[in-house]
């Protein structure tokens, strides 16, 4: 399929904010009919999110305050990609970090573009099986709850409105796919 009709040309782009997280850039295009916008968006490193299945298939979850929602989230273990890393590694290192587990058998699930109007985010799920509890090792400043809960439950807290977070809610599709193919 021919989608030039539809592609927007760059034509340049600038820094508008730079933080320790993310930068936020505006871009000039030129549309297809010629005309100039601008395009504001979050520059994002990428991240991963972690389905981790203890020996008797419960998934560990976690419980954190999200400050731009004022509210406690109910999340799949998830980090940012630091410089240089590949998405494996990052979510080996943030598996440990946030709930102290860890695991030899990693398989990639897919990914997503979660939000393809404001930010160029990917994140890429695996599944890690026969986790092992160790210990977690938080980052200076994070608070979270750690707990485990069986698929049946956590897709009828989704379903029921419990789970709202839009990575958690993707992976779970991604991961009932992937436990139906492997069972």
Known sequence: MNDQHLVEKPISSEPIFAGNFMKVMRDTVELPNGRHAFREY????????????????????ERQYRTPVSQVMIEVP??????????????????????????????????????????????????????VFTEAKLDEGEFLEVYTQPLDELLTDAYNGKITDGKTLAGLLLLNGYLAKNK
């Open 42 to 61: 979050i520059k994002h490193s990428g991240a991963v999110a972690i389905f981790a299945l203890d020996k008797d298939n419960n998934i560990v979850m």
């Open 78 to 131: 998830a980090g940012k990609i630091d410089a240089g890393e590949d998405y494996l590694t990052c979510g080996k290192r943030e598996l440990l970090e946030e709930t102290g587990y860890v695991s030899d058998k990693w398989d990639y699930l897919g990914e997503i573009l979660p939000c393809i109007g404001y930010s160029t985010e990917k994140i890429v799920f695996y599944v890690a099986r026969d986790v």
